[in-house]
């Protein structure tokens, strides 16, 4: 009975250091969105590293993981974000939904990368020409479950409308900073550690055609 209550200490022990190392070395919300923009910027110019892509980064995070930053982003196939940002196996926590939208689940998995993982940014990315939110401005009912989706990114529409410019690029905007306001005031955790631990939500925005991500 007490070499049992002996190893359960030693696991707890052995547990609790590397929750501790992981917070210790998760990148600053500063740090991390310059390294997410310095591996677009070698995206964009086709002079990729591929990092973190190789035999010896697969065995070094088996066991843990210690993302940088958080990505909420759209399933959209053409807005792979470890490719875009040039980053590899276990640099990224990411949450993908049409639409970059997020539901409960959503929340509580970018809640467990804040809290135990010490992810320190969190970046919203919509994208150019957005399947989801160009259903959304076009109306109508919609097979399936399709209504569900298109009724979360429907209250992005009324302040889109008021902006000269094109509806479909104003919503998606509207869209996206409506989602990072969301994640900041999702419950008293998020705010706390926006307000004393130095985590940052971001949107941003994904340019199809050029393959630039833009802050905004």
């Known amino acids: 009975m007490k070499l ?35 591996g677009n910027q070698r ?5 990729q590293t591929h990092p973190n892509q190789n035999e010896t980064r697969l065995k070094e995070i088996a066991t843990s993981q210690n993302p940088f930053a958080i990505i909420v982003g759209c399933s959209d196939s ?30 509580a998995s970018i809640e467990y990368a804040v809290e135990h993982l010490g992810v320190k940014l ?29 009724n979360e990114i429907k209250p992005s529409i009324g ?12 919503v998606i905007y509207s869209n996206t900073k409506r989602i990072a306001g969301q994640i900041s005031a999702s419950g008293e955790l998020m705010k706390e550690f926006i307000e004393s631990k130095g985590v940052k939500v971001i949107p941003a925005y994904y340019d199809l055609d050029s393959g630039k991500v833009e802050l905004f």
Do not use: W
């Open 43 to 47: 995206f964009i110019e086709f002079k």
């Open 159 to 170: 302040s889109a409308k008021r902006i000269t410019g094109d509806l479909l690029t104003n």
């Open 78 to 107: 053409r807005v792979p974000p470890e490719i875009i940002f040039d980053l590899g196996i276990g640099d990224l926590f990411i949450i993908r939904n049409a639409g970059n939208v997020v539901d409960d689940f959503a929340l």
């Open 4 to 38: 049992h209550k002996f190893f359960l200490f030693i696991a707890f022990y052995a547990s609790s250091i590397l929750l501790n190392a992981q917070h210790e070395n998760s990148a600053g919300a500063d740090e991390a969105l310059k390294k997410l923009m310095e």
């Open 122 to 150: 969190i970046v919203v990315l919509g994208h150019e020409r957005c399947g989801a939110v160009d259903a959304t401005i076009k109306g109508g009912h919609l097979p399936g479950h399709l209504n569900s989706l298109t």
